[in-house]
């Protein structure tokens, strides 16, 4: 598992330099745009659905426990993060922009994070995101030397950066 786990952690971020960003495909059920594949925080401006307008609206109102940001800052230096979402899913509006925001302020080095865009089936063309596992989104995955640390899968058991916390001062 260690050696999967490596091996997909290197070749994530490969693949997304070789990969165009921010793709975009149609929702079947809705008939909207969704970004599908690698992405970046840049491409939720991009499509034609609700989900910049959710970000934009949910990023500026979160806001962190002062008393667990402290304890946390520093505590990211080694840490990469895969995050599978869908610009479709009602719990991505929720909790990425959340995730965005903790990690600015935190000044997370966002190219330890890899972004990938999933379709209702979780699957995302161009990516092996199938290896990851994923059966909900969002899904924030932490590693550190390689090493899975821990996930937080659709919705945290307290809050998002409490639980980035637990998994990160493992």
């Not at 990023?59 to 230096?77: F, H, V």
């Amino acid at each position: 598992m260690k050696k999967l786990a490596f091996f997909l952690l290197i070749l994530f971020p490969a693949m997304a330099f070789t990969q165009k960003l921010n793709q975009k495909t149609t929702d079947p059920k809705k008939n909207n745009e969704m970004l599908i594949g690698y992405c970046n925080r840049d491409g939720f401006a991009t499509i034609n659905s609700n989900f910049d307008s959710a970000y934009k609206a949910e990023y500026p109102i979160s806001r962190a426990d002062a008393e667990t940001m402290k304890l946390l800052s520093g505590k990211l230096n080694g840490i990469k993060v895969t995050l599978v979402m869908g610009t479709w899913c009602g719990d991505s509006k929720e909790w990425v922009p959340r995730f965005y925001k903790i990690m600015d302020e935190l000044n997370f080095d966002y190219k330890n994070l890899t972004l990938i865009c999933v379709d209702r089936s979780k699957k995302a063309p161009g990516t092996n995101v199938d290896a990851l596992k994923i059966e909900l989104v969002p899904t924030f995955i932490f590693y550190r030397n390689a090493e899975e640390l821990g996930r937080i899968v659709e919705v945290p058991s307290d809050l998002l950066e409490k639980d980035i916390l637990k998994i990160v001062s493992k």
